[in-house]
DNA sequence: TTGTAGGCGTTATCAA
DNA sequence: TTGATAACGCCTACAA
């Protein structure tokens, strides 16, 4: 039987050299090579049969021949999540500048599926990935340990192993919460994270409030950071539980994305109204933020450029241009909307809430 | 040099065959053939030799030899946008579970970028394409006819190419939003669309909105039906010239999801409460449109669904097992929130919004 | 500057 | 039931 069953024989390296009366060296040179190892003369005639029949190089053929493929595997914990996509559009932008295809794949944040994932991409012999990791477990840990293939982090590290990072300034991000909110006079402020752990970017932006408190010269109150279990409802609960202590924050912060509208439903169930009764900052920018009643002030992340420079440098380490080690770091700002107010006291002191509604962009 | 350059090399069946005392002719076979190819007592060695090396055939050599590469391509308007990332999960699902892994591109609904697109994907060979059509010009459908590999569109038709076609039952979204409408009370019911193009899928939303009306005994007003051109102004100057009218419409509904926003923004420019002085059906399901104020009825859509039909479909029709052609419909249903309600005249008769807030889901 | 030739890892034909 | 072997299309060391 033919190769190829019932496809159309596409052109090949041999028929152009045919046409162009050369051997198939020379064409290869012409495609590959730096300009000018094929006279002058051979590189005219040969562009013209290129054009002519329409050659494009096998890249089945080129990847048998030389172990590269111009895949780039890409394991993200959620492809639909607004961030994600978003994420993986400026990856996808970069990679196609760079001549790189994208293979995606959905791991769910699950460790399991994410091995499974990088099985399927190790055989397919990409060439570089692009991980978001799930919490690491110490076989996994093992298993991407002995990869050959250059792998760059998204967001978190994977603590013990020498993998590139792109990731947010986490720290940068809870600070610009904290700061404004002391700015705007409140005091006590609390702290809503999923658990963290032992994942980086947790760690960083509960560091980043910890630190800005302390720079405040305000004590850090354990009672005002919530730690919140995988799930919808315990956010809405500990929000709950937050606000119904003796002496209750007068502002919260969400320090993820995920987490914003399980705090908003914690507030309206606690029966406080938004600015007024208490403020809360986002973390991350969804594309339904301003629409938010109130609108909501949230420390953005350039999501779309994470992706993009998490593929430019796995590109350029695949391409031998780079060191694979070492971490880039994305700078979040802060949108302030209407979600944020003096505290009542002060508020009712200067004349309340007039003044807050300016946006800042 | 050595082909495959720094990188680890990866068990061949060459390695295989040597280890288990056989020729590579058999671990193919083993591999590839129906069970009961190779003696059970051969295949049981062969399976400990296979699972003690971790061999994995090399895609490349095998995509070489057979034309096939099991990788689909899947060309979007814009991966980043909720509804595509939504479909491109269900894509992505179904693909991982029989086996092809998934190159993305988004192009940005033009034409031009999605032929390179097409280009790139043809150039690896991928085994079959999934896309959203932008509106095509005669250019690019004769290059789309001359396509050897089988694709499937979604959501709209390429008009005069045999493609087969996954995609929303669009009049009947429409028809759902227009009969709710009626059955409220509403008889003077506005219908904002994009331009349509040409493209099926607004046609087919028209047609609905036209049908409905029809059925339901009321005229179709022309000046109710407006088409918005590109961009973000242009829908909000029509939602506004359409409130602006002698007889203005007690209801709107927006046929596209990237619209809904437009209109709510239009009505609040004319100074008009949501859904007390005007009734508001949006389409397809945003993650946001349970947030808005007032939470928006919509036509859902099932995004997830259409990327798992549409990858089902293609690989079955690689695999041959399907005829290309041919189209599959998904039915959308009504989310009715409280964007909608009886008319001002009927509301002021019956005690207006109270019994409205129902959910159905 | 160009050509010859070997081999990358498979699958599938043919013969045994 | 198995083995030897010829491609698949390309890149590159080596020779000319």
Redesign the interface.
Known sequence: MV???G??MRTTIEDVAREAGVSIATVSRYINGPPGVVAAGTAAKLRAVVDRLGY??????R???????R?IGVILS?????Y???V??GV??AC?RRGY??????AGDSAEVENRYL??F????VDGILLNPANADPATVARWATL??PVITLDRTLPGLPFGLVAMDNELGARLAVEHLVELGHRRIGFLSWHVANLSNRLERLRGYQDSLAAAGLATDPSLTRFVADGWSDGVQQTLDLLHQAERPTAIVSAASTLN?QVLAGVKQAGLRVPAEISVVGYDE???DS???PPLTTVATPA?QLGVRAADRLCAVIEGENEPGGETRLRPHLIVRQSTTPPRLLATASGGRSGRSVSVR
């Open positions: 190769p190829g069953g496809r159309v494009v190089p096998n890249p089945a053929a990847t048998l021949r030389t172990g590269r493929s895949l959620n492809i639909a999540h607004p994600w996509s978003t993986l559009s996808e932008e196609q295809s994208v293979i995606v794949s959905s099985g399927v190790l055989d397919q012999r050959s293939c509208l969804s594309p339904w629409l938010l009643d779309h």
